[in-house]
């Protein structure tokens, strides 16, 4: 009888233990998940795009057109002023251009005040032009620059705040100058090396 | 043994030998000017003999050279605002870009140990003249009215743009200074403004003023003349005594038996003035100085190899013509602020003008006594004019400045680095020019060399047209809205 509970306590344990091991099991093929690169761009725009709206209307909207309390300009550093979201967006990608390969993202436009920020690979152009075409869609596709294949990912900048549609219908190089709220102005591209 | 075999056996000796000796000079020792494959630009002459500070253990790769650029010049880069940051090219967007121009490497456009590449735009380093075309090409494009048919080289040459400082010359500056005349109403330069709120911000003060009585020197090193002018000076009115430099350990309580030095070097001035040291060290008066600066290293075990620091600069080490009489002059920090006189009382007046031609023999220096420049100055030690009136040679090549300090704090002093502020010389616009003049004036006088020589005595024959370039372009704006 003895022997028997002996070997009823080995084989529940042996249960246990197994239990234990295909939960580890099924724990570490949670960890192990991996993400495909357009679930990346995507969560990395979710985050780009999002602070960019948060600094747009908690900070340049409120500050400086509602309670007019300090300025946004171009020019911030001699006006002592806030920098303009695009600005801020730019400083952002160059810090993270800084400390990592594993990705980059830039602001580009079909309309850019900065020339500079134009389409330049095909991906750009074709990305720019589809999600013009296509609202509230994002465009992926991959590319080869300098050598290197990238994942590509293009998302529609959106005007969601009047100082955006006010700034670039009135600045003299803007080669647009009837954005409306809404618009899509240009695009956030992100970029993984493959 | 046959007469070939010795042949061979010496040439192997001698090749050997001289190999080691080479290779040994190279990483480590000896005599290297034997080594430099060509003469170094004037910010690098003074110490190329520290070879490994650019070029690491002699066998390493680019990335080692762009840092040693860095480690020295990243600063400066910052400070200017730089317009073409080495992150602005990381985004793989600009690979194209990069493949015809490097620009994320200083030394795409500056090399080194190629004198006959030396730019002829008096920048004293290498600097091609198509390198703007590379990427802006199209910019007689989007602006037809100013930019047609310009040469592909005068982007850089023409007064109108630097590829990193254009902190006086973009677009919306000139536009915003467009009309500020020659000549300004109120004429005080920067320095004194900074020297207020240097003085409202306090961070040298050590302790209150100090008397006559309280001098705790050793009874054997004192008299009533040191006395005297320490009393008077800046130290003594901001509770440093005399143990604070001359026996520093000791009145810091890290040593009971420090012995008196009798003549405290630059270690002893950077305990207290770090900011001003650091500018002094990046500098060419005092960059042979700089403690990770050394002619040799010694080997691991010290054995052959022994550790040579460089000598101070002295004039006749410099490429700008100095005066004789100064030849052998060891810069350090007393040489412009003078114990000369063999007193305490740190000249700062003196240090402004002075000190430099005392060393300076070159025609723009040898001009400023002839300069308007030069009358505002008298004036104003004359008591004839209010402080802040003249126009020094610090002015310009050493002005007070806003910085930042290792905490992060906003401190005003004087950047003793002579080149921060040289080259290219729009640099001195905004720290010194447009405190008396406008900006128009600015431009054209700093473009004409000849009236630099002449130390600005005179009227500028050149007329930079960027600013009327800027207008014209905004009032075609103001027009099309």
Redesign the interface.
């Known amino acids: 009888m003895s022997n028997f509970k002996t070997t009823l306590k080995k084989f529940a344990l042996t249960g246990i233990g197994a239990g234990l091991m295909l939960t580890m099991a099924s724990t570490s093929q949670v960890n192990a998940k991996t993400f495909e690169p357009a679930q990346v761009t995507d969560m990395l725009h979710l985050v780009l795009a999002s602070d960019r709206e948060v600094y747009t209307k908690k900070v340049v909207k409120r500050l400086a057109n509602k309670h007019k309390v300090i300025k946004a300009s ?2 911030f ?2 006006d002592k002023a806030l920098p303009l979201p695009a600005q801020m967006f730019r400083f952002g ?3 993270v ?2 400390k990592t390969k594993d990705f ?1 993202y ?1 602001l580009i436009s079909l309309w850019p005040i900065n ?2 920020n134009a389409p ?2 095909d991906i ?1 152009k074709k990305g720019l032009e589809f999600i013009n075409a296509n609202k509230g869609k994002n465009f992926y596709g991959e590319e080869s ?4 294949k ?1 994942f590509t990912a293009v998302y529609p900048d959106v005007a969601i705040a009047t100082p955006c549609v006010g700034c670039h219908n ?1 600045h ?1 190089d803007t080669p647009k100058k009837d954005f409306k709220m809404g618009d899509v102005m240009g695009g956030v ?1 992100i ?1 993984i ?1 493959l | 043994m046959s007469r070939n075999s010795l042949f061979w056996i010496l040439w192997l000796i001698i090749t050997l030998g001289l190999g080691g000796y080479l290779s040994a000079a190279m990483i480590y020792s000896g005599d290297r000017s034997n080594l430099l494959i060509g003469k170094t630009t004037s910010g690098h002459h003074q110490i190329e003999l520290s070879c490994n500070t650019c070029h690491g253990n002699g066998f390493t790769d680019e990335d080692t050279i762009q840092n040693a650029c860095l480690s020295c010049h990243e600063n400066e880069l910052k400070v200017s605002n730089d317009s073409h940051p080495i992150k602005k090219f990381r985004d793989p967007r600009n690979a194209d870009r990069l493949e015809q121009l490097n620009a994320m490497k200083c030394v795409t456009c500056h090399t080194e140990h190629k004198p006959h590449l030396v730019s002829d735009m008096g920048m004293g380093l290498t600097l091609p003249k198509d390198y703007c075309f590379k990427c802006h090409e199209d910019i007689a494009k989007e602006r037809p009215q100013t930019h047609q048919n310009l040469s592909f080289d005068s982007c850089a040459t023409s007064g109108c743009h630097n590829y990193h400082d254009n902190k006086a010359l973009y677009e919306k500056f000139l536009e915003r200074h467009a009309d500020t005349p020659d000549m300004k109403l109120t004429q005080l330069v920067n320095n004194f403004k900074y020297e207020k709120l240097s003085e409202e911000y306090g961070g040298l003060k050590r302790g209150d003023p100090l008397d006559k009585t309280d001098a705790n020197a050793p009874k054997e090193h004192l008299n009533d003349s040191l006395v005297d002018s320490w009393h008077q000076d800046a130290h003594a009115k901001n509770g440093v005594n005399c143990t604070a430099c001359h026996q520093p350990d000791k009145a810091q309580q890290t040593s009971e038996k420090q012995t008196w030095i009798k003549k405290p070097g630059i270690a002893v001035c950077a305990s207290c003035h770090k900011e001003e040291n650091k500018s002094f060290l990046a500098g060419k008066h005092g960059m042979r100085l700089n403690p990770s600066l050394s002619q040799s290293k010694s080997d691991p075990w010290g054995i052959l190899f022994k550790e040579k620091k460089f000598t101070p600069m002295r004039p006749e080490l410099a490429r700008l013509e100095m005066k004789e009489a100064a030849h052998g002059t060891e810069l350090t920090c007393n040489t412009c602020h003078s114990v000369r006189k063999n007193n305490h009382k740190f000249n700062l007046q003196e240090a402004k003008v002075e000190a430099c031609l005392s060393c300076h023999d070159d025609q723009h220096s040898k001009a400023y006594l002839t300069s308007p420049h030069y009358k505002l100055w008298q004036k104003e030690i004359k008591g004839e004019l209010p402080k802040g009136s003249g126009v020094t040679c610090a002015t310009c090549h050493m002005p007070r400045v806003e910085v930042e300090d290792e905490y992060e704090n906003i401190i005003y002093l004087i950047n003793h680095n002579q080149n921060a502020n040289l080259r290219p010389n729009e640099k001195m616009i905004r720290s010194a020019c447009l405190s008396c003049h406008g900006l128009r004036f600015s431009i054209d006088s700093l473009a004409d060399p000849k009236l630099i020589k002449k130390n600005f005595h005179g009227r500028s024959t050149f007329k930079i047209e960027s600013i009327d370039w800027v207008l014209k372009r905004s009032s075609k704006a103001e027009e099309t809205k």
């Not at chain 1, 620059?145 to 290197?148: A, E, I, R, S, T």
């Open positions: 171009e020019f550093e001699d990608s160059e810090t251009a800084d980059s830039s020339k500079q330049k690979t750009e620059l300098g050598g290197k990238y009135n003299k591209v970029r090396p």
